[in-house]
């Protein structure tokens, strides 16, 4: 099946560094890429939908000068959190959905990357 | 509004019992449904979905859901469950006009011996 892969699973770093967590998909190729963010005991919150080649599209509430998604290939994407704050601390994961994928095809989630910002 | 309501925070059940969990939803029309369930610390899971057709989906590890129009809910069933289950599951939806999924507020299931 479909294999979606992050790294790091876990990072810490101290608060006003940057962090980039990759997306990957393994065994096809993704040209939509989504990056959501789950806090404690909640649901998924999107954040922003990356489609090959072009600029993300971000969720309303969502920082696009914060949260820097490039998704530079058919198998790659990459979400940055410039200057890191405690409050960014989270889990994230991606998902990714193939070619040809329409409003119906699934989306295959990675095991997300949680972040913790000291 | 839009949106798609788990109503169950918390379940707890015995191995071996049956399991339901409920998902409901309200969209103008009938949206995509999906069931994932995630593990501590680790991402989703595709467990079954409904497109169109059958109203009863079977899907992997021996759940099963039954989407139901005129309630608008497509709640999860398990017949027998078993401790590896205890997850968090979450019901998720797109919309026919869109593509973007909007995830239940999730359901906890602990499984007890």
């Known amino acids: 099946g479909a294999v979606v892969s992050q790294h790091p699973s876990w990072v810490i770093c101290k608060s006003g560094t940057s962090v980039k967590i990759e997306c990957r998909s393994l065994d096809f190729q993704a040209t939509t890429m989504f990056w959501y963010r789950q806090f404690p005991k909640q649901s998924l919150m999107l954040m922003a939908t990356s489609n090959e080649g072009s600029k993300a599209t971000y969720e309303q509430g969502v920082e696009k000068d914060k949260f820097l998604i490039n998704h530079a290939s058919l198998t790659l994407s990459t979400l940055t959190v410039t200057s890191a704050h405690p409050e960014d601390s989270s889990f994230y994961i991606c998902?990714?959905?193939?070619?040809?994928?329409?409003?119906?095809?699934?989306?295959?989630f990675g095991p997300g990357t949680r972040l913790t910002v000291l | 509004a839009q949106s798609v309501t788990q109503p169950d925070i918390h379940i707890t059940v015995s191995e071996g019992a049956s399991l339901e969990l409920r998902c409901n939803y309200s969209y103008g029309a009938t949206p995509y449904l999906f069931w994932y369930v995630q593990s501590p610390g680790q991402g989703l899971q595709l467990l079954l979905k409904y497109f169109s057709g059958d109203t009863l989906v079977q899907g992997i590890k021996g759940f099963e859901a039954e989407f139901k129009r005129s309630q608008s809910s497509f709640n999860l069933r398990k017949p027998s469950v078993h401790w590896s289950d205890a997850a968090e599951y979450f019901c998720a939806v797109v919309p026919n006009t869109g593509n973007q999924f909007y995830f239940g507020t999730g359901t906890s299931l602990t499984v007890i011996p």
């Open positions: 998902s990714a959905r193939g070619r040809g994928g329409g409003a119906a095809d699934t989306q295959y």
